[in-house]
C-alpha cells in the first residue's frame, strides 16, 4: 500500500482520483509543527538548536496520517514545490519517525507543477529524496524571523510603549510605507505652465501642437513659471508665421509582457480586478488545488508561487496552435518567444502561473467557476496566450511646426496602431495614468507646407507629490529591491494591516502614527537591520543556501553576532534619548508648517511651553513641555485632520465638532483605549473635562456637533423610583447605557445603602452607617460565610514553601522571580521624568 501525503483535502481528493484504490492520500493542512511562540525556541547558544511544537490542531491530523500508514510499504511526500513546501514534507517525516512508523517503509518525494492527471502520474514515476538544501533554507529563514521578532519586539515594548512585534521582512515595508508619506508631506507643488496652439493645414486639417523651443532655446518643464511668463510666449507664438520645419515618421514595435509570476499576478489582479495580494492567492489556490468541471475535478492552473516566467515547451506548442485557429497565423510569430528569468536559484525557477490547459478557454469554464475564479483565470488565461502572440505594430509621426528663423517651435506627435498584435487581447495595465496617445493621428503633411495658426492656449499646471504606495506598487517596489520572496508578499502586507502599522485609503497605504513611531524608533536605534540592501542580501543569502552554496548555521552565526550587540546597546537606553529621536524625525509630521507663520509647537493653553512628542503606558501623544503646571494633551494625530477608517477619527485621534453655545468651550471627539468619546473643553489643572462614551453601535461619523450636545447632558433625570421616591437617572458609562440612583449612599464589601430622607448626610455616625448596610444584607450573589472563604485557603499556601523546600532548589525558582517583577512594575514611572499622562487617562 502508497500512502501520498499533501497539504490541504482539495489537492488530496484530485490527486486521490489520478493514482487509483492503490494509494491511500492524505492532507496535512499545512505545517504540521511550528516553534513554540516562547523564548528559547531558538537557541543561539547551543548553535542555533530549534524546539519544535505539534499543536493540538495538527495532532489530529498526525493521527489520521498515521492511521493511514498502518500496513503502508511506501510513502510519498507530494507538497507544494518550493522551499516551504520543501520544509513541510521534512517535517511530516521528522515526526513520522519519532512516533517509529516508518520502520521499513520506503519514503520518497515527488514535486508537481500543475495538478492534472499526466503531470501527477510523471512524477510518480520519477520521485526523489528530501532536498536538504532546501530544507536548510527553511531553517534559516525561520530562525532569522524567530530571533529578530523575539529579540526586538521585547526593546520596542520596553522602549516605545504602544507598540506592537517587529519583522525581519515587514519593517522594511513598513518603512517604505513612511518614507514615502514623509516625502509626501514635505512636497510643495511648484507651479509651472504649458502653452498649445491650434494648427490647421493648408487642406483644413486641424490638430494640436504644443510649445517646445522659445527664443531659440528648448524649454524645460518648469521654465514657463508664472501666467506672465506664459502670457509673454503666446504674445511670441501669435506673432509669426509658421511652415513643418522637421518631420520624422518611424514604425515601432511593442512586444507583449511575460506570463505572470506570483508578483506580477498579484499587481495586475490588484490593477484589473480590484484584488488584495492576499485575494489573489486565495483564489489562485483554488484554481491550482482543482475545481469541478462536468464532475471530474481539473487543475486549472500552474502553481501559483513562482517566479520564473518560462513555460513549458508543451504548453508554448499548445498557444501557438490556438493562436493559429482562433486569431489567425499573421497573429504567430515566425520563433516561439522564451522568456527568462533573474532568479538565481534554479532549483526554485518553477514555470510561470498558466492554464494547464491553453483550450480551456474561461468561456468554456465559467458555468463551473465563482465570479472571482473566473475574473482571476480569465486574466492568467489571456496574459499566457497573449505572451506568444506577434508584436504591436505602430507608425508614429512626430512634426516640429517653426517660424522661418526659428525662434519659436512647436511639436506636434501622433500615431497609429497599423496591426494590434496581442493588443487584440490583452494590454497590460499601469500603475499610474499615463498620456495615451496611440489613438491620435495626426493629418497629412510634408516638410516645408505652411500652417495656420489657430486658438492658442496657456494651461497652468502644478507638480504633485510622488502617489502613495498600492498594493502592486508596493508589491513590485519590494521584488526590485529583492526583499522577500513570491510566498511572502501576501502576508507581508497583510501583517502589516493587522498590527494597526498601516490601513489602506482608495486603495492606497497610508501608514498610521504607530506605524511611523516604529519605523523611526528602529531607523535611530536599528538603522542596519531596515536598510533595504541589508535585508536583500538576507534573501540572496537564502537562496545561496538553498543551492547549497553556503551553510546556514554560518549565516545565523554572523547574524547573531552583530544583532545581538545591537540589542545590548540599547539596554541604557532613556526613555529621553527615544522621544528626542522620534521628535526629531516626526516633527514636520506632527508640527507641520502653518498657513500665517505662527510656531506649529507652541502650546495653546499656556502659550509659552513648547509642544513636542511624550511617551504613556498607552503609546504616544502630543504634550506640552510645561508638564506639570501646564498639562495641555492631544492625541497623535495631525490638526484639523479627519481621515481615518473609523469615522473620520486617527489612531487615538481628535475632530473638533464646535463650540457649545451654553458653555463657550469647544466640543470633541476622541479616541481612547475604551473607544470613542465625547469631550467638553479641555484639561485645567487637576480639573478633568467632561467626557461621555459614545453608545454602542453608534458611527463616530454620524455624530455631529448637535448630536455631540446630546451626549454631554447625560445623565439626565427621568423621574423617581415609585417605591423609595428616589431620583433615576440615565447616562452613558464606559461599558454602555445605565440607569441609576443618585445621593448620598454608604458602602462596605459590595454592598450600597442609601440614607433615608430623614438624615443629614455630613452628620451619619459609623454606628449608623454598619446599621444601614446590615438592613440591606450581603451583596448580591455572596453568601454571608463568603468571608471565612480566604481563611479556608490560608492553610495550602502556608504548607507550600515545605514542600518545595523538601522537593529542591529547582522547586523555589519561582518564588525568587517574584521580587524582581514587582521592582519592574515601579520602573517605568522612574525611568525618565520626560512621560507624562496620556489624555484619556482618566478614562
Not at 490541504?8 to 494509494?23: E, F, Q, R, V, W
Not at 493559429?324 to 499573421?330: L, S, T
Request: charge should be positive.
Amino acid at each position: 500500500m502508497n500512502v501520498v501525503i499533501v497539504e490541504s483535502p482539495a489537492k488530496a481528493k484530485t490527486i486521490n482520483k489520478y493514482l487509483g484504490d492503490d494509494y491511500r492520500v492524505v492532507a496535512s493542512f499545512g505545517h504540521v509543527r511550528d516553534l513554540p511562540p516562547k523564548d528559547g525556541s531558538v537557541d543561539p547558544e547551543q548553535d542555533f538548536a530549534m524546539i519544535w511544537e505539534v499543536d493540538g490542531r495538527s495532532e489530529k491530523h498526525i493521527k489520521d496520517i498515521l492511521k493511514e500508514m498502518k500496513g503502508a510499504d511506501r510513502l510519498y511526500l507530494a507538497t507544494d514545490p518550493d522551499r516551504e513546501g520543501e520544509a513541510i514534507s521534512w517535517h511530516v517525516k521528522e515526526v513520522l519517525e519519532q512516533r517509529r512508523v516508518l520502520k521499513g517503509v520506503d519514503v520518497k518525494r515527488v514535486t508537481f507543477n500543475e495538478i492534472t492527471k499526466n503531470a501527477v502520474l510523471d512524477a510518480m514515476a520519477n520521485p526523489r529524496e528530501l532536498n536538504r538544501e532546501m530544507v536548510d533554507a527553511y531553517l534559516a529563514r525561520r530562525a532569522l524571523d524567530y530571533l529578530v521578532g523575539f529579540t526586538l519586539s521585547p526593546v520596542l515594548w520596553r522602549k516605545l510603549p504602544g507598540s506592537k512585534s517587529a519583522g525581519r521582512v515587514q519593517s522594511v515595508a513598513l518603512r517604505l510605507v513612511c518614507e514615502r508619506e514623509a516625502e509626501i508631506e514635505v512636497f510643495r507643488p511648484q507651479e509651472y505652465w504649458s502653452v498649445a496652439a491650434e494648427m490647421t493645414t493648408k487642406a483644413g486639417d486641424k490638430f494640436t501642437a504644443n510649445l517646445t523651443q522659445l527664443n531659440g532655446k528648448k524649454l524645460g518643464k518648469m521654465d514657463l513659471k508664472d501666467q506672465a511668463a506664459a502670457e509673454r510666449a503666446v504674445a511670441a507664438i501669435k506673432a509669426g508665421r509658421y511652415a513643418v520645419a522637421e518631420l520624422e515618421k518611424k514604425t515601432v514595435k511593442r512586444h507583449p509582457q511575460p506570463p505572470f509570476t506570483t508578483s506580477t499576478l498579484q499587481q495586475e489582479a490588484s490593477r484589473k480586478l480590484g484584488f488584495s495580494a492576499s485575494r489573489t492567492m486565495q483564489v489562485a489556490q483554488r484554481l491550482y488545488e482543482g475545481v469541478d468541471i462536468g464532475g471530474e475535478t481539473q487543475g486549472l492552473i500552474t502553481y501559483m508561487r513562482t517566479d520564473g516566467v518560462q513555460i513549458s515547451r508543451e504548453a508554448v506548442g499548445a498557444a501557438r496552435g490556438l493562436i493559429a485557429r482562433d486569431y489567425g497565423d499573421k497573429y504567430v510569430p515566425d520563433v516561439p518567444r522564451a522568456y527568462s528569468t533573474k532568479a538565481k536559484n534554479a532549483q526554485e525557477a518553477h514555470e510561470a502561473v498558466r492554464p494547464t490547459d491553453l483550450f480551456r478557454r474561461p468561456k468554456d469554464v465559467a458555468r463551473f467557476l465563482e465570479p472571482d475564479q473566473l475574473k482571476l483565470y480569465e486574466l492568467v488565461w489571456k496574459r499566457t496566450v497573449a505572451s506568444q502572440m506577434q508584436s504591436a505594430a505602430l507608425d508614429q509621426t512626430a512634426a516640429d511646426i517653426a517660424t522661418p528663423d526659428g525662434t519659436v517651435v512647436l511639436r506636434a506627435t501622433g500615431s497609429i496602431i497599423t496591426f494590434d498584435g496581442f493588443l487584440t487581447l490583452y494590454q497590460e495595465s499601469r500603475d499610474e495614468p499615463a498620456e495615451d496617445d496611440e489613438s491620435r493621428l495626426l493629418p497629412p503633411m510634408a516638410k516645408g507646407d505652411p500652417m495656420g495658426l489657430g486658438l492658442v492656449k496657456p494651461d497652468q499646471h502644478f507638480t504633485q507629490p510622488p502617489p502613495r504606495y498600492s498594493e502592486a506598487s508596493l508589491v513590485k517596489k519590494l521584488e526590485e529591491l529583492g526583499i522577500g520572496r513570491p510566498s511572502t508578499y501576501a502576508s507581508i502586507l497583510q501583517v502589516l494591516q493587522d498590527r494597526n502599522y498601516v490601513r489602506l485609503e482608495k486603495r492606497r497605504f497610508v501608514p498610521e502614527d504607530r506605524g511611523r513611531m516604529v519605523t523611526a524608533f528602529l531607523s535611530n536605534f536599528f538603522e542596519r537591520y531596515v536598510q533595504y540592501n541589508f535585508t536583500a542580501e538576507l534573501e540572496n543569502q537564502l537562496d545561496d543556501i538553498s543551492g547549497g552554496r553556503i551553510d546556514y548555521k554560518q549565516v545565523l552565526r554572523d547574524f547573531w553576532q552583530h544583532f545581538r550587540g545591537a540589542i545590548d546597546g540599547t539596554k541604557d537606553l532613556t526613555i529621553t534619548q527615544v522621544l528626542d529621536a522620534l521628535d526629531a524625525d516626526l516633527g514636520p509630521h506632527f508640527f507641520p508648517e502653518t498657513a500665517d507663520g505662527t510656531d506649529p509647537r507652541r502650546c495653546p493653553s499656556c502659550g509659552t511651553g513648547r509642544l513636542g512628542l511624550k511617551l504613556g503606558r498607552n503609546g504616544g501623544f502630543i504634550g506640552c513641555s510645561n508638564y506639570p503646571e501646564c498639562r495641555h494633551t492631544r492625541a497623535l494625530t495631525l490638526p484639523g485632520d479627519d481621515d481615518s477608517a473609523e469615522g473620520g477619527l486617527p489612531d487615538g485621534g481628535t475632530k473638533e465638532l464646535g463650540t457649545d453655545p451654553a458653555t463657550g468651550l469647544g466640543v470633541s471627539m476622541r479616541k481612547g483605549p475604551y473607544g470613542v468619546y465625547i469631550q467638553l473643553g479641555e484639561a485645567n489643572g487637576e480639573e478633568k473635562p467632561k467626557r461621555v462614551s459614545l453608545p454602542k453601535g453608534a458611527s463616530p461619523a454620524s455624530i455631529d456637533l448637535e448630536g455631540a450636545l446630546s451626549l454631554l447632558s447625560l445623565p439626565r433625570e427621568i423621574g423617581k423610583d415609585p417605591e423609595s421616591g428616589e431620583q433615576i437617572t440615565a447616562g452613558i458609562g464606559r461599558f454602555g447605557p445605565y440607569v441609576g440612583r443618585f445621593g448620598p449612599y454608604v458602602q462596605h464589601d459590595g454592598v450600597r445603602a442609601n440614607l433615608k430622607k430623614d438624615m443629614d448626610a455630613e452628620a451619619v455616625t459609623l454606628e449608623q452607617a454598619v446599621a444601614l448596610v446590615d438592613a440591606k444584607g450581603p451583596a448580591k450573589g455572596k453568601k454571608a460565610t463568603a468571608k471565612k472563604a480566604p481563611a479556608k485557603k490560608a492553610a495550602p499556601k502556608k504548607a507550600a514553601p515545605k514542600k518545595a523546600a523538601a522537593n529542591g532548589a529547582e522547586k523555589k525558582a519561582p518564588a525568587k522571580k517574584a521580587a524582581p517583577k514587582k521592582a519592574a512594575a515601579k520602573k517605568p514611572a522612574k525611568t525618565d521624568d520626560a512621560t507624562q499622562p496620556p489624555p484619556w487617562k482618566a478614562d
